[in-house]
Structure formats: structure tokens, C-alpha cells
């Protein structure tokens, strides 16, 4: 059996030494120490701002905070805002939902936005509220862009200002609409 062994080594062996031996007969580029001349215009205008800060920083003196209308000055009041932040979301009205249905839009929610490092962390509250806080405030037009584009909000809230797709109408309003559509099939049925 020990003989059997041996010609299955001795071509391990022999493989082994030849690839070694082609290793090492490979032409090897030698790269020098000085690189003085060596021009590197790889980087655009976009990579050399990347990591910048997008903040008002050293973009001229604020606006003029006494002469704004009051939508321009919550726009400006939130794109300052560095600290944490919370509000809700009320999800789409007019759909059934069960718990997981909306802890698993939370957990989705959650997952995405971490992704894009914007570290908001959502709750459900009930079948059509979610709650959010946000360690970093400064994320807030992020997130609001995100929560505006998936089809399972209908408006969110922070502090007192309420934001909703354009054209559509205040959450009230389509509530009792649904609310008479409701009461309407009832009479029918009766």
C-alpha cells in the first residue's frame, strides 16, 4: 500500500516544484521609488468634493430669517437642524394591515434607510401610525424624500409641520370621505 503511495507524491511533488519554478520565472515589473513625475488626473471635481460637507458652512452670510414666509423658513429651520429628531407617518388610509404588516414596513423602512446612512429607526404605534427618531437631524430632507416616495405613507409629521405628496389632501379629509363611503354601503345593506 506504502508503494501504491509513492508515484501519486512523487507527481504532487513534481506539479508542485514546476508551478513554483514558473512562479518565479514570471517577468516581475519593478516599480521605482521616486514618482516625482508621475501625474495623477484621475480625480474630477465630484471625487474631490466627495465626504465634503453640503452644509451652509462658509457659503456667504444666512438668510435674512425676518424677511421669509413661513414655509421658507421651516425648509431653513429643518435643513439646520443637527440634533435628533422624531415624528410620525400615517400610513395610507383604506388598507387592512395586521401588526406584522406593519412592523415588517418599520423593519423594511428601518433596513433601507440604514443603507443610505441615515440612521432613522421606525416603530409601529398602531395599524396605520409609525413613529421615527433620528439620531442625526440633519438627515431630515433625506428622509422625508424617502417616506414621500413609498407608496405606503400618506403624510408624515414633525414638530407641527406636515408634509404630504403634492395634490393630495389632508388626511381628514380622505379619513371621513372613507368614513361616508363606510356608512353608505351599511345603509344599502339594511
Excluded: C
Excluded at 424624500?145 to 408634509?163: C, N, V
Amino acid at each position: 500500500m506504502a508503494r501504491a503511495a509513492w508515484p501519486g507524491a512523487l507527481a504532487a511533488a513534481f506539479l508542485l516544484g514546476a508551478a513554483v519554478g514558473v512562479a518565479l520565472a514570471a517577468k516581475r515589473v519593478p516599480i521605482p521609488d521616486d514618482l516625482r513625475d508621475v501625474v495623477d488626473d484621475e480625480e474630477d471635481d465630484e471625487w474631490r468634493s466627495w465626504g465634503a460637507s453640503h452644509s451652509r458652512g462658509g457659503d456667504g452670510p444666512p438668510p435674512d430669517l425676518s424677511r421669509m414666509d413661513p414655509d421658507a423658513l421651516q425648509a431653513e429651520l429643518l435643513r439646520g437642524q443637527t440634533g435628533p429628531s422624531f415624528g410620525f407617518v400615517k400610513l395610507r388610509p383604506g388598507t387592512r394591515r395586521s401588526r406584522e404588516d406593519v412592523a415588517g414596513i418599520a423593519t423594511r423602512w428601518s433596513n433601507v434607510l440604514r443603507t443610505g446612512s441615515v440612521e432613522t429607526k421606525f416603530v409601529a404605534v398602531d395599524f396605520g401610525t409609525l413613529m421615527f427618531t433620528m439620531e442625526k437631524g440633519r438627515d431630515i430632507l433625506e428622509l422625508k424624500e424617502f417616506i414621500l416616495s413609498q407608496t405606503e405613507a400618506y403624510e408624515f409629521k414633525i414638530g407641527d409641520k406636515i408634509f404630504r405628496r403634492h395634490g393630495d389632501p389632508p388626511l381628514d379629509q380622505v379619513l371621513e370621505k372613507l368614513q361616508k363611503g363606510k356608512s353608505h354601503k351599511s345603509k344599502e345593506e339594511l
